[in-house]
């Protein structure tokens, strides 16, 4: 058995070999391993943002969301490909470097039992997802403000309210939108108390911002993601809810294990107007998803929205299981099927669309589609049932066609993020971030989006290994 340096923890496999292993150090170099050749239009910055630390003091946190948020960069230039990674300093992440002790997470309690944990919220871990607008790079944790960075430094600059504009606890989504049309940023928070509502938010490309929308929902809902078409923003909610509250501001139990499932309360679709109205709601019966692809008015009475759907027979407590058990078992996690919803605003019906045939996660698309109709998405998919990633593929919703690039046994891939080549949607490449169990490092395959199955024409080979991440952004120069 070895065990990492200063950290206590022994281990059954050599650090590195897993791509949920912590990766403690800050790196800053010039890549130099180069397979292939870099395709001359293809330059920018490739961010790649997750939690990677894993174990504070010898103690790995409990679950999957509750990593400290380390954010990568890979800048490709004319003259030199660089990479460089920093943690947020957030409070949870200087506080747990002064003390060794972990805050209050998702799934993860502090020690000191009910007590030390009552009437605490989750820390804010800023592991999710980065997004650039305007000059700023924001670190995104749902349940909390953005976080500020530096985009070439990748310095923390502080927590970012928006001039005060954030209510309450400030939550703000993961998952905001960018209309490739106007440049205005759009997203939305959660709240819980004292009633369930969700607070929608428009930001323009000189940093105005304001609130254009609030509204009830009729679940305690745990909503993660939403679209923008050019019309509305669409919220699916799922009857994910939180049915423990009480418990878990006590201190009695982690905030995961206060969710449940419900099927019986279905599932309410929501479309707010962008420009001011009152919101529609739609109801239908059960979905489980937490990510969407993009969304769009299909004519003057349909909206399309695209999901990666589960399983909605599998329970919470099961699925949620396997986000606790992430160094063993990924279970149904990328195991979720491409799915279309045509919602009509007319009739209030909403039926059904399977696009995809293989388990996946983490839809993207040409982000310069978002909002009107898309000819692609792209996926990180599992070719072997309840497996971790190891595929990349292209659904082309034109032809039918879905092409895949299989990595080889044992390694692991992230979210597929797309670069253009061109104005032609679809026209550019894939970058995602490969995990080698048996060199112990990581690299950047570039893909050309169109035929993924062709395999990479240039692989960026990095010193180390970077923990798997959520989710990122590709800005292109």
């Not at 009480?246 to 201190?251: A, D, E, I, K, P």
């Amino acid at each position: 058995m070895t065990a990492a340096p200063g950290s206590g923890v022994h281990r059954t496999a050599p650090l590195g070999s897993s791509p949920w292993d912590s990766l403690h150090r800050e790196h800053d170099y010039t890549v130099d391993e180069i397979t292939g050749r870099i395709p001359d239009g293809l330059r920018g910055a490739l961010y790649r943002i997750g939690p990677g630390r894993l174990d504070v003091a010898g103690h790995p946190v409990e679950h999957i969301f509750d990593g400290d948020g380390m954010i990568s960069r890979l800048h490709i230039g004319d003259d030199e490909i660089r990479f460089r990674n920093r943690y947020v300093r957030t409070r949870s992440y200087r506080r747990s470097n002064r003390t060794a002790e972990m805050p209050r997470g998702f799934g993860t309690p502090r020690r000191g039992g009910p007590l030390a944990n009552a009437l605490r919220f989750p820390a804010n871990m800023a592991n999710t997802n980065a997004i650039r607008h305007g000059d700023r790079l924001y670190a995104l944790w749902e349940g909390g403000k953005p976080h500020a960075l530096d985009p070439a430094t990748l310095d923390t600059l502080g927590i970012e309210d928006f001039g005060g504009r954030l209510k309450r606890l400030g939550a703000f989504s993961a998952h905001p939108k960018i209309d490739p049309r106007t440049g205005d940023l759009y997203n939305f928070g959660l709240d819980f108390y004292p009633r369930p509502l969700i607070r929608c938010y428009r930001r323009t490309p000189r940093g105005a911002f304001t609130e254009i929308a609030a509204f009830p929902i009729p679940k305690p809902a745990f909503v993660h993601d939403f679209a923008l078409t050019e019309r509305h923003l669409v919220f699916v909610v799922d009857p994910l809810i939180v049915a423990r509250p009480v418990s878990m501001l006590l201190g009695l139990r982690p905030m995961d294990h206060a969710l449940t499932f419900a099927p019986e309360k279905g599932t309410t679709v929501v479309l707010v107007p962008r420009d001011g109205g009152g919101p529609v709601q739609i109801e239908h019966d059960a979905l489980f998803h937490f990510h969407v692809t993009n969304a769009y008015e299909d004519d003057d009475t349909t909206t399309v929205v695209d999901v990666v759907a589960h399983d909605p027979t599998q329970s919470w407590e099961r699925w949620n299981g396997h986000l606790r058990d992430y160094r063993g078992n990924a279970g149904p996690a990328f195991g979720g099927i491409l799915t279309r919803l045509r919602i009509d605003r007319r009739t209030r019906r909403i039926t059904r669309e399977v696009l995809g045939d293989r388990g996946c996660e983490f839809p993207q698309l040409d982000p310069r589609r978002t909002t009107t109709a898309h000819r692609y998405t792209y996926l990180a998919e599992a070719s072997v049932l309840g497996g971790d990633p190891d595929s990349i593929a292209t659904v082309d919703h034109t032809t039918g066609t879905i092409r895949r690039f299989v990595g080889d046994p044992g390694d692991t891939v992230c979210e597929p993020l797309f670069a253009p080549a061109s104005a032609t949607e679809g026209h550019g490449w894939l970058l995602t971030v490969q995990h080698s169990a048996a060199e112990r490092r990581s690299r950047v395959l570039i893909l050309p989006a169109e035929r993924p199955d062709a395999g990479p024409v240039a692989t960026l080979g990095l010193r180390h290994h970077v923990p798997m991440t959520f989710h990122g952004t590709f800005t292109p120069r």
